[in-house]
């Protein structure tokens, strides 16, 4: 049986013990209600209390208790019995002799994202963007033996897929490319993209700390003290179905709202955290269990 994630999402929520049972309560309505056998963790999104009856039942079960703050992770419960956690991370280390096999499924999902957004596109505005030779770097990247050939092969599709993007945007925006660090010079589409990415990297990372993952012990991106390796390896297959895509739609057609932070929130408040959480669930279960990791596929 897969093991439930339940999530305190309602500021002054209580959780509490009840007959053996955990429950969220909000304002006496209870939200949830689950036992302890069923849970792998319990993440606390929001300012909120517990009872230290769940500390000590989460602790006897082998139930994780993650909290956030401000979207990101800033502490995490371990159950000293059972010690969960610590064995995925064992495990996450000893599939580092795996990482060019994790490497390629991250960028074979990236690759064929942005293929299909930009055959979205195509078919939408009648454009021809070159996505025959994504679809060919897309099936290569599957065969090759390194990451750095992974690397070499998601920097081709990189030039191929932003070079398509640039064709599709209004050109009052001034986007030439591509460009990660904030500068004066920087246009209105790359900071859009720059808030999008923000907030998928929050998400990512919620999700993978929420599993059980060690989000700093990651396969294609190399460890930097600090960064969390795994959340930026995971986010790859998401940044064009998630992001690129819905910006793109704006900007064609409500080119004005690119530029207004606003606007760009409430365009990508509706990400698709359950598909997150997903794959973050695949690739704990690929790692523990050995098996093939599929990265997310978008339609």
């Known amino acids: 049986m897969d093991k439930k994630i339940a999530f305190v999402k309602d500021y002054g929520a209580y959780v509490r013990v009840n007959n053996g049972l955990i429950e969220c309560v909000v304002n006496k309505e209870v939200k949830w209600k689950l036992s302890p056998v069923e849970l792998h963790s319990i993440v606390f999104l929001v300012n909120s209390s517990l009872s230290s009856e769940v ?3 989460a602790n006897e079960n082998g139930v994780d208790l993650v909290f956030f703050y401000n979207h990101e992770p800033y502490a995490k419960l371990i159950p000293a019995k059972y010690g969960g956690s610590f064995k995925l991370w064992t495990m996450q280390l000893k599939s580092r002799k795996r990482k060019v096999e994790f490497a390629r499924s991250f960028i074979h999902g990236k690759i064929h994202n942005q293929l299909v957004t930009l055959r979205y596109y195509e078919k939408k ?12 770097l897309s099936t ?3 065969f090759v033996e390194s990451v750095e050939e992974v690397m070499t092969k998601e920097a081709e599709a990189a030039r191929i897929y932003w ?9 009052s925006l001034g986007f030439k490319g591509r460009r990660k660090r904030q500068s004066e010079n920087i246009d209105v589409f790359n900071v859009a993209l720059n808030i999008g990415y923000g907030m998928l990297r929050k998400i990512v990372w919620s999700a993978i700390v929420s599993v059980g993952l060690n989000p700093y ?3 294609l991106h190399k460890f930097r003290e600090g960064r969390p390796s795994l959340v930026f390896d995971l986010m790859e297959e998401f940044r064009s179905p998630f992001v690129d895509k819905p910006l793109i739609g704006m900007a064609r057609e409500r080119p004005d709202d690119v530029s207004e932070a606003r606007e760009v929130y409430s365009l990508l408040s509706r990400i698709n955290e359950e598909e997150i959480y997903t794959q973050a669930r695949r ?8 098996v093939e990791y599929t990265p997310f596929m978008a339609k």
Do not use: C, M, W
Request: charged share 25%.
């Open 55 to 57: 500390v000590r039942l």
């Open 125 to 136: 505005y009648g454009y021809n963007l070159n996505t025959k030779r994504l679809d060919e």
């Open 140 to 142: 290569e990247v599957q």
């Open 163 to 171: 070079s398509g993007v640039k064709s599709l945007l209004p050109k």
């Open 217 to 219: 012990i990651g396969f």
């Open 283 to 290: 690739l704990a279960k690929a790692i523990i269990e050995g």
